[in-house]
């Protein structure tokens, strides 16, 4: 079936402007994850979802950094005023609840975000 | 959030057993021990978890300490394909709080 899928595979922006990351989950998965990643760095967390609310935002480096889900399944990563240290590779997983456990997240392969 | 401590580094020669360690002394009772791998431009992917007991599946074995502060992934025969970043993550299901915190793993490096 269908994994995570991410749109756009690459973005390039200019600093100061707005920009939009989507993230189709696996059909049915109701935990949502998001995270950034720099060159030689593992992934860090931003902020996971259970349905449409978020669970923990803990990882959101500030306000310029917001995220929604607002129907439970896709879910997109919003970014305003960006600055050229937000440059990273924007990584989104999905899990699902498997009695009262979650299963393992499956990740998609990313959206590029280069602020130039 | 409890930590784990890997080798930035490890090399293997292909069709060889390759053990890689993870220690985690500050583990709690409720901390699951997930191993993900990351190939070259590729998001992460499931490798193993386990709590307690040593576990397989169809990619690699977990083994883990009797005191729960350490782990070892073993892939029996490394191959070409598994050269990648692979992270050691403890999971709390405490409270809902289901985030992975990756650090920054071990690179595998296969050997033809």
């Known amino acids: 079936g269908a994994g995570v899928s991410q749109t756009p595979s690459n973005k390039v922006t200019e600093k100061g402007k707005y920009v939009e990351l989507r993230c189709d989950p696996i059909s049915g998965h109701t935990a949502l994850y998001w995270y950034r990643q720099s060159l030689g760095q593992g992934p860090e967390f931003l902020i996971y979802f259970q349905g449409t609310g978020a669970a923990d935002d803990s990882g959101l480096p500030n306000d310029r950094f917001f995220a929604v889900r607002p129907e439970g399944s896709v879910s997109t990563l919003k970014i305003q005023r960006t600055e050229r240290g937000d440059s990273a590779v924007y990584l989104c997983?999905?899990?699902?609840?498997?009695?009262?456990?979650?299963?393992?997240?499956?990740f998609g392969q990313g959206t590029r975000l280069t602020v130039v | 959030d409890a930590k784990t401590t890997q080798p930035n580094s490890m090399e293997s020669n292909e069709e060889e057993p390759v053990h890689l360690p993870c220690n985690h002394s500050?583990?709690?009772?409720?901390?699951?021990i997930h191993w993900y791998r990351q190939l070259p431009s590729q998001g992460p992917e499931y490798v193993i978890h386990?709590?307690?007991s040593n576990v397989n599946n169809r990619m690699a074995s977990l083994a883990i300490a009797e005191d729960r502060k350490s782990s070892t992934l073993i892939l029996h025969r490394a191959t070409l394909r598994d050269a990648a970043v692979y992270y050691c993550?403890?999971?709390?299901?405490?409270?809902?709080?289901?985030?992975?915190?990756f650090g920054t793993g071990t690179r595998l490096k296969v050997l033809a």
């Open positions: 997983a999905s899990s699902n609840l498997r009695g009262s456990k979650y299963t393992e997240a499956f």
């Open positions: 500050t583990i709690s009772g409720t901390d699951y």
């Open positions: 386990g709590l307690t």
């Open positions: 993550i403890l999971r709390d299901t405490i409270g809902g709080t289901y985030k992975y915190i």
